[in-house]
């Protein structure tokens, strides 16, 4: 099979969808792989170093998606990358389309089909394809909202961790999956006094069991966030609904409950946000504030630790490109059904039932094709 991998055009994105040591276990059984020159500069992957590990390398992007079967990428396709996809082309990237009506109906209009690594599963009942930047995003979150909490970001001025005499911030964790969970890890590690708000008693348990003492775990309800917030210094929104649009657990009406200066991290930006008053912002600018209170949504986190991210990345991704590359789109999603639920549109049909819930759109079951 032909393999491009395009360059990030999406604003600070400095990922890329496979490493060369990715490419080399491709050339290795058989395949081709077209990378887009200079893809992987930014963090040290050069084009001599994917030459090496057997790609070609293309000039160009439209040149690289007119010829490959297979794109394999980072972020959701841009506007003008939507363009040349075609009706016989196959897309393995991050979508979430939930969040994004103009983009899902680009992709049905393409023709192309299209799996989204946020929707593959596993046999654990988990996600792993979103896992690694789950875990990067969580571990981000603490880092980002600490540094809003400064002065000169707006912040109340607080030291996450305190120091001998002065008391650490307050940092609730709305969501207690990997997110959530990395998250405490940063927060508990730096001395913050952490809080995890979640509704599965089940995670709640297994969260105590790990952090015990170190950590408060409280039951979600509406009550309990907001008197949670009240007292917060930083709040991280780690809530995953696979698929469909976040729910709004905190609201504007709520922001008058928060002292000024509060950081709310918005980690579900990219499924919508679960705080109503988030906004997708970018690395360039990765705040505002709102009735006082500094809010950050930057839709592709792990983009800024791009190396690390990208090594992680195609650690999970690579057996299932691996697998779409032997054996085809249609044999590959018979043989796993995993994979199967990664697909969000085959040839111009939405084929998820989250997102076609999510901006009330009719799908088509996959398995009445297969």
């Not at 939507?82 to 016989?88: G, K």
């Not at 979640?198 to 297994?206: E, V």
Request: proline content about 4%; overall charge negative.
């Amino acid at each position: 099979m032909l393999i491009g991998v395009p360059k990030e055009i999406k604003n600070h994105e400095y990922r890329v969808g496979l490493t060369p040591a990715g490419v080399q276990e491709l050339s290795k059984q058989g395949h081709r792989v077209l990378i887009e020159t200079n893809a992987g500069l930014a963090i040290g992957f050069t084009d001599e170093l994917y030459q090496q590990a057997g790609a070609d390398i293309v000039d160009a992007a439209d040149a690289l998606y007119a010829q490959a079967d297979l794109i394999v990428k980072v972020k959701e396709p841009q506007q003008q990358e939507r363009q040349w996809l075609r009706p016989d082309q196959l897309l393995f990237t991050y979508l979430h389309l939930a969040a994004d009506k103009i983009l899902t109906q680009d992709l049905i209009a393409s023709g192309a089909s299209c799996i989204a690594y946020e929707t593959v599963t596993d046999q654990f009942g988990g996600l792993p394809l979103l896992a690694p930047m789950s875990e990067v995003a969580g571990r981000m979150a603490i880092q980002a909202g600490m540094h809003a909490l400064e002065n000169p970001q707006g912040g109340k001025g607080i030291l996450l961790g305190g120091v001998p005499g002065v008391q650490a911030a307050k940092v609730i964790i709305i969501g207690g999956g990997v997110v959530g969970e990395q998250a405490a890890r940063m927060s508990i590690g730096l001395g913050a006094d952490t809080t995890v708000i979640d509704k599965s008693l089940n995670r709640l348990r297994q969260l105590d069991t790990h952090f015990g003492t170190q950590m408060k775990t409280v039951f979600a309800t509406q009550d309990a966030i907001e008197a949670a917030i009240r007292h917060a210094d930083l709040i991280i929104g780690a809530v995953l609904i696979p698929g469909a649009k976040a729910p709004k657990l905190v609201t504007k009406a709520m922001l008058s409950l928060m002292q000024t200066g509060t950081v709310l991290v918005d980690v579900a930006i990219d499924q919508g946000g679960c705080f109503e008053t988030s906004k997708v912002t970018t690395h360039e600018a990765p705040t505002f504030i709102e009735d006082g209170v500094i809010h950050y949504g930057v839709a592709n986190m792990p983009g800024a630790v791009a190396q690390s991210a990208t090594y992680a990345l195609t650690n999970a991704t690579l057996p299932f490109i691996l697998t779409l590359a032997n054996h085809g789109l249609t044999q590959a999603l018979k043989q796993d059904a995993h994979l199967r639920q990664g697909l969000n549109i085959y040839q111009g049909q939405l084929t998820h039932p989250a997102v076609a819930a999510a901006h009330d759109y009719p799908y088509q079951d996959l398995h009445s094709w297969l």
